[in-house]
């Protein structure tokens, strides 16, 4: 059994009866106006100044904005105009807090090509820019990405085509290359005092973390192995660097349960002499492989000399902490059955501020717990989410983004102990039918095999008694995803959330499905036995969350239907072909339909003849395999230029679907990636589905 299962209380299962009908019909909407509020990410904190800045992405126009103490009144920095696909990321400022350096542009796939959805004859391109926070316009720098500015503001170390590139952030400087290496190069740290430049050496079945010596132009390899490591971290005085170290194993494939290996350690370097000595290593068993958190290092060196590391000791994802010297054992920061995900150091480096599922599975709270062990301490509460906290450089307020069940994602700041109040007022468009969503109600149904599933369920508000409505799954992507009982914090799964009450206010009844493999319920939920191209075992969750629609007195058992993107689409296409008499139609965005196929995306040396067995049980976990009980109509939608899911993936099925007579309906964007750069596609493919379902599932 699940550890998540053995932690419920007595449930009441596949149930929630209407006492009558809803009071207020709900307001129709728009999908346009659902999706029409600006969507934060990339949020930063000064480490001297107390602003923070982040980026909005407005209907496809991303801009930076900014905001400083102690006012923490929002403005935007710079004024991009278009929904032209350019991403904005990497955001940082400089050590004086009045410069911002950005990253603009996507990255490029395995054949260099940047992302270029508009289809401009002209190359698309990736760049390093930076912008004064009082005023002016952006600035050009080079092209390249992950700058790190130095601790006194003035150089810019940063990568271009795999090498280490530095630049002064004065005007008119010339960027030149810092140092070759063989390999790609990554993870660029300063030394606190600039003197030094720790680096991480990538070269394929190994990696080296080493350290570039300004003065001299030296590099110092540390304790090079055939293992990988990487994550490097300065300690604050900079006289000793701490790292991990994941054992080389080959035969790893992706989409496959793995929930132990080879333990990975922690090491401490002697800055100067290069000595080395292991100070944690992982146990045996459960654990031992690596679980990353959603932070920029994995590892953070706080004040008193504590090290801290996520660890998956007791099959959720910790906090621990552990002394630098290696003179006594890792202690566990963060208790419970519930998991870590968002985590920042402190400004003073006495804390960890980090976001968590704890005493609320479906959601996010951000928390704070000292380095050194105690009681965590909830910074946030309540019935929305909130996540990707920074804490700003005088430790008196926190910044965060957050959202709830109607509210969308929007920056917001806490000053002391008070509640979020959003940095931005008057963000939300006045057509944003904020009173007309829904609120999605929590549910737990078993699988087809008995395992317990959380899932959202999305109820329309002009419901009468008595009446039978058409019902839409939808699956997240992932799988390592979890959908909440608010607006999403990923921008993908916002706009997910957003089609979803879209098709509850057209009388649709929505089940968000967390299946199995994905986060948020623990490691053995996540790493479930047989999933993906080991098995395909989500296909329980699958029928299971059909069954509970089909057996609901609510919802029509003859008009259930599916969708979802990526993984979701797998699921979507696997559903169809599986079970058609229970799902009347599907929508599948970019979705997986042979394992072999994606699998070789990702690890390109994978060769299925070799791996005869493990090739025959990834096709027989793949909708392909099941093509001739594919009956359902299904609208495929898909990118061309998409680097996660190949696009060869929508060329076969289709191709299978014609000699099959199957109904299908496609939608085509040629040039853009996997989660669609352009707004306007966003809409393009979403109206679509609402439109493909109202025809398949609607009245009749």
């Not at 660029?188 to 079945?205: E, I």
């Not at 039918?433 to 369920?457: K, T």
């Not at 109820?459 to 058409?470: D, T, W």
């Amino acid at each position: 059994m699940p550890a998540f299962e053995r932690l419920r209380e007595p449930l009441i299962l596949a149930v929630a009866l209407f006492a009558g009908s809803f009071i207020h019909a709900q307001e129709p909407f728009t999908v346009e106006q659902v999706m029409s509020s600006p969507f934060p990410s990339g949020l930063v904190a000064s480490r001297s100044t107390g602003a923070v800045a982040w980026v909005q992405n407005d209907r496809g126009k991303r801009n930076i904005w900014f905001a400083e103490a102690p006012a923490y009144e929002g403005r935007q920095l710079t004024e991009y105009t278009d929904d032209d696909g350019q991403e904005i990321s990497q955001l940082r400022f400089a050590s004086t807090g009045n410069q911002i350096v950005f990253v603009r542009g996507g990255a490029p796939n395995r054949r260099g090509e940047i992302p270029n959805p508009l289809s401009e004859p002209d190359n698309a391109d990736r760049a390093i820019w930076v912008i004064e926070t009082s005023s002016g316009e952006p600035r050009r720098i080079s092209d390249g990405s992950a700058p790190a500015v130095s601790p006194d503001g003035v150089t810019l170390a940063f990568l271009k085509s795999g090498q280490v590139w530095s630049v002064s952030l004065e005007p008119d400087a010339e960027p030149a290359r810092l140092f070759s290496i063989r390999g790609g190069a990554g993870s660029l740290r300063w030394s606190p005092d600039g003197s030094k430049l720790a680096f991480v050496s990538g070269r394929g079945d190994h990696s080296f973390v080493g350290v570039f010596e300004l003065s001299d132009r030296s590099i110092t390899y540390l304790d090079p192995s055939v293992d990988n490591d990487g994550q490097p971290v300065w300690s604050p005085n900079g006289e000793r660097i701490a790292f991990a170290r994941m054992p080389s194993e080959s035969g790893i494939l992706p989409f496959m349960p793995r929930r132990e290996g080879e333990p990975w350690s922690i090491l401490v370097a002697d800055a100067e002499s290069g000595a080395v000595r292991t100070i944690w290593t992982a146990d045996e068993g459960p654990g031992s492989v690596p679980r990353n958190v959603v932070a920029e290092n994995q590892l953070f060196w706080g004040h008193g000399d504590h090290v801290v590391f996520p660890w998956e000791k007791d099959g959720w994802t910790h906090l621990y902490s552990v002394p630098a010297d290696g003179s006594g054992p890792a202690i566990l920061l963060t208790p419970g059955a519930f998991e870590v995900e968002h985590v920042v150091l402190s400004a003073d480096g006495r804390d960890v501020v980090y976001s968590s599922n704890q005493d609320d599975i479906d959601r996010r709270h951000v928390w704070r717990v000292s380095v050194s062990g105690g009681t965590p301490r909830a910074v946030t509460s309540g019935n929305g989410n909130e996540w990707a906290p920074v804490e700003t450089s005088d430790g008196g307020a926190v910044a965060l983004l957050a959202s709830d069940a109607r509210n969308p994602a929007h920056a917001a700041i806490v000053v002391g102990s008070g509640r979020p109040r959003s940095l931005v007022e008057g963000a939300i468009p006045d057509d944003f039918p904020l009173n007309s969503l829904v609120e999605p109600q929590q549910v737990i149904f078993p699988a087809a095999d008995g395992m317990l599933i959380h899932g959202q369920l999305f109820l329309p508000r002009n419901m009468g008694r008595g009446e039978r409505h058409p019902a839409v799954l939808f699956f997240h992507g992932g799988s390592r995803r979890q959908m909440l009982l608010a607006w999403h914090y990923s921008s993908y799964y916002h706009n997910s959330y957003a089609l979803n009450q879209y098709l509850a206010s057209r009388g649709f009844i929505v089940l968000s499905v967390n299946y199995r493999s994905g986060i948020g319920y623990g490691m053995e939920f996540r790493e479930a036995l047989n999933y993906g191209a080991t098995g395909a075992s989500e296909f329980n969750d699958v029928m299971g969350a059909g069954l509970y629609l089909r057996g609901r007195p609510d919802v029509d058992p003859d008009r259930i239907g599916l969708w979802g993107g990526s993984y979701g689409g797998y699921l979507t296409a696997l559903g169809l072909a599986r079970a058609s008499d229970l799902f009347a139609a599907g929508v599948d965005l970019h979705g997986v339909h042979d394992w072999n196929i994606v699998i070789q995306n990702f690890v390109p040396s994978y060769d299925a003849t070799a791996l005869e067995e493990v090739a025959r049980l990834a096709f027989q976990s793949s909708p392909m395999a099941y093509i001739d009980g594919w009956k359902s109509p299904v609208l495929l939608i898909h990118g061309d230029d998409d680097r996660n899911v190949p696009f060869s993936e929508t060329v076969d099925i289709v191709e299978s679907l014609r000699k099959q007579g199957v109904e299908f309906e496609q939608l085509i964007f040629p040039d853009e990636v996997h989660g669609f750069l352009l707004h306007r596609n966003w809409l393009a493919a979403y109206n679509a589905a609402a439109d493909f379902f109202e025809r398949h599932l609607g009245e009749r």
